[in-house]
């Protein structure tokens, strides 16, 4: 007979964890809404006369507006394309041809290598392309990801192969077993490759440093250090500028962590 063992010192412990990892964020928050003095002795716990001035500030003071197109088109065309191509990339590698396994191997040492040192050869690739200080230009580096790709082939083994063997029986292609049958199945894998992309592709700033050369395409991270260059007494200012930077992403993932969390563990468990 299993000994059951009471949860309630688990959940507990998990409570304080989540508890100790969002004072941070309470604290950026409070801080953007008064203004405080960060290094205060004692601190104040509890916002006090809490306004929206900081808001408006950064609103003003940079085109705040330009940088969040920007932002979000380059982010949505990041997460178009990982969902097209890691789907597309993933369902080769579940079946089986020559080379396979080196090809695997390749992904696997790429991983190792930091986007820092193929910064040069992406720029001048996209330089011939003529996507320099473009939205295409600045998301093409981010539109297929190896961990993405590796994502959906965890969900691609999951699926029967006498479903697809069926579908290939009734006249089906390739392709259209990849969008009419893979990817309705592969909804986890969908919200994980979503919320990566966009979470990576929103707060790239060595990219979009290095590709932009007019203000106009500058996307938030490169507004956040020019609206530092332009304020002397930023405390408020920049915390509010984090949290409407924030937002967007903590709201995507508030929507979909469920098939985010089972979109990374799909295929952890067999049987």
Not at 57 to 83: E, K, Q
Not at 193 to 210: C, D, G, K, Y
Not at 235 to 254: D, E, N, Q, R, S
Request: include cysteine.
């Amino acid at each position: 007979m299993m000994l059951r063992y009471p949860r309630w010192p688990i959940h507990s412990a998990l409570v304080l964890a989540s508890f100790v990892m969002l004072v941070p964020f309470y604290w950026v928050l409070k801080t953007s809404l008064t203004g405080d003095n960060i290094y205060a002795y004692p601190p104040s716990l509890l916002p006090r006369n809490p306004h929206l001035f900081f808001y408006v500030d950064v609103w003003y003071a940079i085109p705040f507006a330009r940088y969040f197109l920007n932002s979000v088109i380059v982010s949505l065309i990041a997460v178009a394309g990982n969902v097209v191509f890691n789907a597309m990339a993933a369902y080769a590698l579940t079946h089986g041809f020559r080379g396979k396994q080196l090809v695997l191997m390749l992904f696997l040492s790429c991983m190792m290598v930091p986007f820092q040192a193929t910064i040069i050869p992406a720029y001048l690739i996209t330089g011939r392309l003529g996507l320099l200080d473009s939205w295409l230009g600045l998301a093409l580096p981010q539109c297929s990801t190896i961990i993405c790709i590796f994502v959906f082939k965890a969900s691609f083994d999951a699926v029967p192969r006498s479903l697809i063997d069926a579908a290939r029986i009734d006249g089906l292609s390739e392709w259209r077993i990849i969008w009419h049958i893979m990817m309705p199945l592969s909804k986890s894998a969908i919200a994980t490759n979503v919320i990566l992309a966009f979470i990576w592709s929103w707060n790239n700033f060595l990219w979009p440093l290095i590709m932009t050369r007019s203000a106009d395409m500058q996307t938030l991270p490169l507004g956040l250090a020019r609206f530092l260059s332009y304020q002397e007494d930023t405390t408020g200012a920049l915390y509010a500028f984090c949290i409407m930077v924030l937002a967007p992403g903590l709201l995507l993932f508030l929507l979909a962590q469920k098939e985010f969390i089972r979109g990374l563990t799909s295929g952890a468990t067999k049987g």
